[in-house]
């Protein structure tokens, strides 16, 4: 028979549990503004006025006027899941996501930290801050006609960033910004090891330049996820790069665009 001291724990470690699991529910439908489904629209002016309906927002097919991402409740459910079991199997290394918007996948993460009490693992925010680089076509043929470089709705300062991290009281120092296009700061990134990498560049350019510098310093058991795997041209970076340095593991496909690998072998 159990003594009362014994079930007095368990109850306690019961009453933590659910209460994280309630903390990180109410973090994502904050972030992805599921809550208030009605009020948001689009961020594109033509479309400003579109009421967004809970599909959108669950496949993260829109771009929305006031969520702090766009990546869809889907996303951050596969997000989740990752950071648990990463979590869970003492995986080592830091989180990263290079193009992060207006921050929310970020903050999920440094609030799944939180949740866990986590403090000797960081949550890298890379990006350029100003939108989008112009396609170099010679270089990347893969990008050229890509027009994303134009879309202002795209370039979130990173004092935003830093505002919206500090509305959740998530602005701390387990929060890193990486500040510039990822060609220039990620080869020089003072980054020893990841547990998590999320690339979220739109482009070939900037998906191969986050696996060409991340992917070695991903852990054993660590994730490589994928925000635009839909889009042609970062599946064909990613297809490459993984032709390219043997890696076999299979892509879990999450929603109509974002995929991850769970990474089994040293490379």
Request: glycine share 8%; with cysteine; charged share 30%.
């Amino acid at each position: 028979m159990q003594s009362i001291e014994n079930s007095g724990t368990i109850v306690q470690k019961n009453v933590e549990d659910h209460l994280r699991s309630r903390y990180i529910d109410l973090l994502s439908n904050t972030l992805t503004m599921a809550l208030w489904n009605a009020a948001d629209g689009h961020t594109t002016p033509r479309l400003a006025l579109k009421r967004l309906g809970p599909e959108a927002r669950e496949d993260g097919r829109d771009w929305p006027a006031l969520a702090h991402t766009m990546i869809g409740r889907a996303r951050l459910k596969s997000l989740r899941s990752c950071v648990e079991r990463v979590l869970a199997d003492n995986v080592p290394g830091d989180f990263i996501e290079t193009g992060v918007w207006r921050g929310g996948a970020c903050i999920f993460m440094r609030g799944m930290l939180d949740a866990h009490g986590i403090r000797d693992r960081r949550v890298w925010v890379a990006d350029s801050f100003q939108g989008l680089p112009r396609p170099d076509r010679k270089k990347y043929p893969a990008d050229a006609g890509d027009l994303l470089y134009r879309f202002k709705q795209l370039a979130i300062s990173r004092s935003q960033v830093e505002e919206n991290f500090r509305r959740y009281g998530l602005l701390d120092d387990q929060v890193v910004f990486l500040e510039g296009y990822f060609r220039d700061t990620l080869p020089t990134a003072p980054i020893e090891q990841l547990a998590i990498v999320r690339l979220d560049g739109d482009m070939y350019e900037s998906t191969m330049d986050g696996l060409t510098n991340l992917y070695s310093k991903l852990s054993v058991g660590g994730y490589l996820i994928v925000d635009d795997y839909g889009l042609s041209r970062c599946r064909r970076a990613v297809d490459e790069f993984r032709a390219t340095n043997g890696i076999s593991e299979r892509i879990e496909t999450i929603d109509w665009t974002g995929a991850y690998w769970r990474k089994t072998a040293t490379r």
